[in-house]
């Protein structure tokens, strides 16, 4: 579970009560709570979201008000999402980079 | 019966909808959270179990009240309310508007924007890494998820919601490695004043909170850079008011000088703009009760930065012009009143402007290599690069340099590059103009796009 030891960005402060549920980031099992965002559970369990398109840096969301747009994430199948407003779902499969059938524009 | 849109559910849209409805209106409430409240009355997803008290602290009795009033005309059914939904434009008087439903279009014959404000954000050299945030970033991270963005946080900017920030994320547990201040002691002085004369309890509250952090705040501080590897921030390089070089390690940054105003919408709409030197940013002409052109109405931070209690009034206000325009009979003993109170606000506000100003020299220091653009990676130099054929204006900046062309749509670049533009040829920030709203003011799928229904 994600406790204050975790691995990832994030630390949990409070709200430690909810219903378990778990999820695939990169191909990755990883642990988290119901009522969690898909940027929280990400990134207690990791450093990042994503890599930048226009530099070398990584990126994990900036505004967490749906006004950067800075935490766009990809899913193995189906759209991308928004990750600062989007409630994690028990099975979600979530990608830090495009999906195989979506080319690379760094390529 | 007039069709009236609201856009925001903050305290704002919230109180507005309010008078609508009490005036025997049905109005149309769109809002991007999934429940209405705002971001300074957001309210944690179903399941969360902390109390008003802990999220809220000294308002919670105002956040319980306008949730209970909302929950309250949702039940009665007097309102329409779309949450998780963005309006994206406007084609004439029809908004299309993204949301669970996909993309529906709704009609409207006056329309209340209520939409809030964000950080107001000044370029720190590294700040494009993962693990620096806005500092309302860190407030909704504690508020809404209960977590906390690093296990040794730097908070630094300007504004009321530096200190409120440092003073909750403490009290929840987090650690706090330091609170930077760029505003000078002297600023402060003057402008808390003028802010304690205006609303002395309040003004009271924030120097208790500050007396709070000790040693941990710093005021007059100029922010050099943050050092970061592949894993995010690991140190804060800046100096003291009496330049002293200080290195504070961390593994997260939030950064924020106080707030401005959204108004992609608001320009949008129709609505002129100007410049205000007190704000250093452009902000939408309206009349005191917020009646701008157009049959368009302006309530909250997305008008003028007047804070959560400015909102609720401004929204009573606003929804009221709009009653009294439609012809309906408003009782105008409670309008005296309100609009006493937003005055009160406003002074209190130009406090808030002059204790704790926008850092134009920090900005007009930067190196050629600090990114501007978050979005795209654009230096200060490559926006230099731009000026001999682009000109001194934004948005031509904008054409040829991208900045302010990224996702986030400018919100978080234009006023730097406004000053980096001003800087370098020497003009006010307010002659490089205003950069212009462009629909979708919210991504939106091309797919959804195509989709459109029409049910207005």
């Known amino acids: ?107 | 019966m007039s069709r009236v849109l609201i856009v925001g559910a903050g305290p704002a849209g919230m109180r507005a909808a309010e008078t609508l409805a009490r005036a025997g209106l049905v109005p149309i409430v769109v809002d991007e959270g999934a429940r209405a409240g705002g971001q300074i009355y957001r309210r944690p997803p179903d399941g969360f179990i902390r109390p008003p008290k802990a999220l809220y602290g000294a308002e919670a009795k105002k956040a319980a009240a306008l949730h209970r009033m909302f929950e309250e005309m949702l039940r009665a059914g007097l309102i329409t309310y779309h949450p998780q939904s963005s309006v994206l434009g406007f084609s004439g008087n029809t908004a299309q508007i993204t949301g669970p439903e996909g993309m529906t279009a709704i009609g409207f014959d006056r329309l209340i924007l209520a939409t809030g404000a964000m950080d107001r954000l000044a370029p720190v050299p590294g700040w494009q890494h993962a693990g620096v945030y806005s500092l309302g970033a860190a407030q909704i991270a504690l508020k809404a998820q209960g977590v906390a963005l690093g296990r040794r946080i730097v908070l630094a900017g300007s504004g009321p919601l530096l200190t409120l920030v440092a003073h909750q994320l403490r009290k929840a547990g987090a650690n706090v490695a330091a609170v930077l201040d760029t505003a000078p002691l002297s600023a402060q002085a003057v402008g808390g004043l003028r802010m304690a004369m205006a609303r002395p309890l309040v003004t009271a509250r924030g120097l208790a909170m500050r007396a709070g952090l000790g040693r941990l705040y710093h005021a007059g501080v100029r922010l050099d850079r943050i050092e970061a590897g592949d894993d995010g921030p690991c140190a804060m390089h800046w100096r003291d008011a009496r330049n002293r070089s200080h290195v504070t390690p961390c593994d997260a940054v939030a950064l924020g000088w106080h707030l401005q105003a959204e108004t992609a919408l608001t320009d949008l709409a129709g609505v002129a703009f100007d410049w205000s030197g007190t704000w250093a940013q452009w902000l939408p002409r309206a009349d005191a009760e917020g009646r701008a052109s157009g049959g368009v109405y302006l309530a909250g931070d997305g008008m003028g930065i007047l804070g959560a209690d400015g909102a609720e009034v401004a929204g009573r206000l606003a929804a009221s012009a709009c009653l009294a325009d439609l012809g309906y009979a408003i009782p105008l003993r409670n309008r005296g009143r309100d609009m006493r109170r937003l005055a009160r606000m406003r002074r209190f506000a130009g406090g808030v402007a002059r204790a704790f100003p926008w850092p134009a020299e920090m900005i007009r220091n930067l190196p050629d290599s600090t990114v501007i653009c978050r979005c795209e990676g654009i230096t200060a130099g490559e926006l230099g690069d731009t000026l001999p054929l682009a000109g001194a204006e934004a948005n031509r900046v904008k054409s040829l340099g991208r900045i302010g062309m990224g996702r986030c749509q400018g919100r978080y670049c234009q006023r730097a590059g406004a000053e980096l533009i001003a800087a370098l040829a020497g003009i006010a920030p307010a002659q490089a103009g205003r950069l212009r709203a462009q629909p979708p003011v919210r991504p939106a799928p091309i797919s959804l796009l195509c989709s459109e229904t029409d049910n207005g």
């Not at chain 1, 406790?3 to 988290?32: I, K, N, Y």
């Open chain 1, 1 to 107: 579970m994600s406790a204050a030891g975790s691995p990832g960005r994030l630390r949990r402060l409070a709200e430690t009560g909810r219903e378990p549920l778990s999820f695939h980031f990169d191909g990755v099992r990883l642990h988290a709570l119901a009522g969690d965002t898909v940027l929280t559970g990400v990134l207690l369990s990791a450093g990042h979201l994503r890599k930048a398109e226009f530099g070398p840096e990584r990126r994990a969301g900036f505004c967490l008000m749906g006004a950067c747009q800075d935490c766009w994430i990809w899913q193995e199948d189906g759209p991308r999402l928004r990750a600062c407003s989007t409630p994690l779902r028990e099975g979600m499969r979530l990608l830090s980079g495009s999906p195989h059938y979506w080319p690379d524009p760094r390529s």
